[in-house]
């Protein structure tokens, strides 16, 4: 049981370069959402997209993009990478939505450092 | 400005004790409610859901939603050693909402 699964788990980007956190749930929701983590700043959407083929904002977007690929695959990408960006991003899925309480799975988090 | 509010501790309990945990949240419309738990450098696990007033239990853990006042809170009664973690509060605004919003959570030290 895969779950939610993300990759790379680790990484180190120097300041505008670009990279695509991939993100892939093998359980058939059709939400997928991507959080960031900082300390002190707790769990913040980036984007969420609410069923294949939709995608919207969430609290913290810019500087960031999605694609929603397929209803699998939720990837996330760093078009030109700031050192405001390091952080850990969790990916999440969900069956319908987080209403009325369908549990929100996370992958295992991808620590991203931005040198 | 949806906000959901948590002391950030550390909490520290004694073994065996009963720690008890506090969120509250801006958002009168908030329908649903969950409490999830993240070891340090893991992903967060939902661990309680709630969307009526009162209380919920589940083993050892309980859950209380007071609507009226904004509050949820959580009990774990019997702390255990492996229960340190930090306690994550979310919230949903309802119907047509597909965001949580966290709380900046709460660390729990249960003392052996």
């Known amino acids: 049981n895969a779950g939610v699964t993300q990759t790379p788990k680790f990484q180190v980007l120097k300041t505008g370069q670009s990279m695509t956190l991939q993100c892939a749930q093998d359980?058939?929701?059709?939400?997928m959402y991507w959080y960031r983590q900082d300390p002190g700043m707790g769990l913040r959407l980036i984007y969420y997209?609410?069923?294949?083929?939709?995608?919207d904002k969430g609290e913290v977007p810019n500087g960031y993009n999605v694609s929603r690929l397929n209803k699998r695959e939720f990837s996330l990408r760093l078009e030109s990478a700031a050192p405001s960006q390091t952080s850990v991003y969790f990916c999440?899925?969900?069956?319908?939505?987080?209403?009325?309480?369908?549990?929100?799975?996370f992958g295992e988090g991808s620590w991203l450092t931005v040198v | 400005q949806k906000e959901v509010e948590q002391n950030s501790g550390p909490l520290s309990v004694p073994e065996g004790a009963i720690a008890s945990l506090n969120c509250t949240y801006s958002?009168?419309?908030?329908?649903?409610f969950f409490w999830y738990r993240q070891y340090s450098g893991k992903s967060p696990e939902l661990i309680m859901s709630?969307?009526?007033?009162g209380d919920k239990e589940d083993g050892r853990f309980t859950a209380q939603l007071n609507k009226a006042s904004q509050y949820v809170s959580l009990l774990i009664r019997d702390s255990q050693p492996s229960d340190s973690a930090t306690y994550l509060c979310?919230?949903?605004?309802?119907?047509?909402?597909?965001?949580?919003?966290f709380g900046k959570g709460t660390k729990l030290s249960v003392i052996p």
């Open positions: 999440a899925s969900s069956e319908v939505s987080a209403w009325p309480g369908n549990t929100i799975y």
């Open positions: 359980m058939n929701h059709n939400s």
């Open positions: 997209s609410a069923s294949e083929g939709t995608t």
């Open positions: 958002d009168r419309v908030s329908q649903s």
């Open positions: 709630i969307y009526s007033n």
């Open positions: 979310a919230v949903n605004s309802g119907a047509g909402s597909y965001q949580l919003t």
